[in-house]
């Protein structure tokens, strides 16, 4: 079998579903009482694994991660609850169209698309509620935090790496501007040492 070929085949597990940044509709919405710095980005990382019949979904927020895993039957409850059950099925044969429209919103250019919007509301330090409009369908995650995603997903090291990077950009731009000001610049120096320390408390 052909690389290709096994690739087209098999199976991802939750695990296995690549993270990705999804756009935000708005800003993050958070409790009265919430104590955590203002989310001011419009982009949320999002962990979604989708199958014929479930949704195992995680988002990472505030140095944590939300979770939610929903069966068939609690996927047509919820589409049921929250729509007008006369005018869109939710029969068995038409739940796969719905998944697959869910998921093609769960991207960095789904929310660009019209009529679709997708807005997040930090209920509680414990409880992430996602809400999704897609035209005439609306759908919504309730995910309860599960910390241990957040390390064993490997996104604190992501995020520590995506700070390095921007700092190190911000540092050679200014080398860069005052360099004719500066003494003898080191490259190998400058490359070997690290701008951020691993468990600051920024990073945390």
Do not use: W
Not at 170 to 177: G, S, V
């Amino acid at each position: 079998m052909s690389f290709e070929d096994f690739a087209s085949t098999c199976t991802r597990t939750f695990s296995q579903t690549p993270i990705r940044l999804i756009r935000m509709s708005s800003p993050l919405t958070a409790y009265v009482d919430s104590i955590d710095q203002p989310y001011r980005h419009l982009v949320l990382l999002c962990q979604p694994h989708f199958t014929s019949k479930t949704i195992s979904i995680a988002f990472y927020l505030n140095g944590t991660a939300y979770f939610e895993y929903l069966n068939e039957d609690k996927i047509r409850q919820r589409l049921q609850l929250l729509n007008n059950s006369r005018k869109i099925s939710f029969h068995r044969n038409d739940l796969q169209s719905i998944l697959i429209r869910l998921k093609t919103l769960l991207t960095i250019d789904g929310i660009k698309q019209t009529n679709n919007e997708l807005h997040a509301k930090l209920l509680s330090s414990r409880l992430l509620s996602i809400e999704i409009y897609l035209d005439d369908l609306k759908f919504k995650f309730r995910c309860d935090e599960r910390p241990t995603l957040f390390e064993q997903h490997y996104v604190r090291q992501l995020l520590i790496q995506v700070k390095e990077l921007s700092q190190r950009q911000t540092y050679l731009c200014e080398l860069l501007e005052h360099k004719d000001q500066l003494p003898q610049f080191d490259a190998n120096l400058f490359l070997s040492t690290p701008m951020t320390l691993v468990d600051d408390e920024e990073g945390k």
